[in-house]
């Protein structure tokens, strides 16, 4: 049974996202979080059997915090290589503002063994990035597609690239480069050529 989340819940992960980043995973105790959150420590297991469980709900915030703001800065758009390039930016801004937390991420789902979560999480803006395909591929802005395949594919290798530049820390090129050869390898795959 999935528990509702409360303002409680919400005061747990954003503290536990906050002493995790501070003290690292090791160092971070369940007495830490609860204080910090400003609930009592029994709070704390109505929402998480142990500090490890945190990992998949502090995934889906950082997820849910990113495709928001894309949501929203796409909002009203209808140009397939407009809304690639705010899906693109805003993946570098949240990778390079929540580096630590999605190390933290990584790590602990691959500690807790939990792909399901993983691609759980995922679903939502897998299904929304297939319908903004479809819809490209309708009005004849990118070739025709599997859109399914295609939609977790180019979500990957954006994130992928994000991730080598801020926490690989890929050197020789400054993000805006790096976005912007992003960008040019999907028109070269995606466009229609003339």
């Not at 007495?31 to 420590?41: G, H, L, P, T």
């Not at 319908?131 to 597609?145: F, N, R, S």
């Not at 080598?164 to 820390?169: D, E, G, L, S, V």
Request: proline content about 2%; charged content about 30%; aromatic content about 12%.
């Amino acid at each position: 049974m999935e528990k509702v989340k409360s303002d409680k819940y919400e005061r747990i992960l954003q503290a536990a996202i906050e002493v995790i980043s501070e003290k690292g995973m090791e160092k971070a105790s369940i007495s830490d979080i609860v204080k910090r959150a400003e609930v009592a420590q029994g709070t704390f297991y109505l929402y998480f059997r142990s500090k490890n469980a945190l990992i998949p709900a502090i995934a889906e915030n950082l997820l849910a915090y990113s495709f928001g703001k894309i949501q929203k800065k796409t909002q009203g758009k209808s140009d397939f290589w407009d809304i690639l390039r705010v899906m693109i930016d805003e993946t570098f801004e949240t990778t390079n503002r929540y580096k630590d937390v999605i190390v933290l991420c990584y790590s602990g789902l691959a500690f807790e063994n939990s792909m399901e979560t993983w691609e759980a999480i995922y679903t939502p803006y897998y299904q929304w990035f297939r319908e903004i395909l479809t819809k490209a591929v309708e009005a004849e802005q990118i070739l025709p597609v599997n859109v399914k395949w295609h939609a977790v594919m180019v979500i990957n290798l954006m994130e992928n690239e994000a991730e080598r530049f801020y926490i690989a820390k890929e050197t020789g090129s400054t993000p805006e480069k790096t976005k912007l050869e992003l960008f040019q390898f999907f028109k070269r795959s995606l466009g229609i050529r003339s």
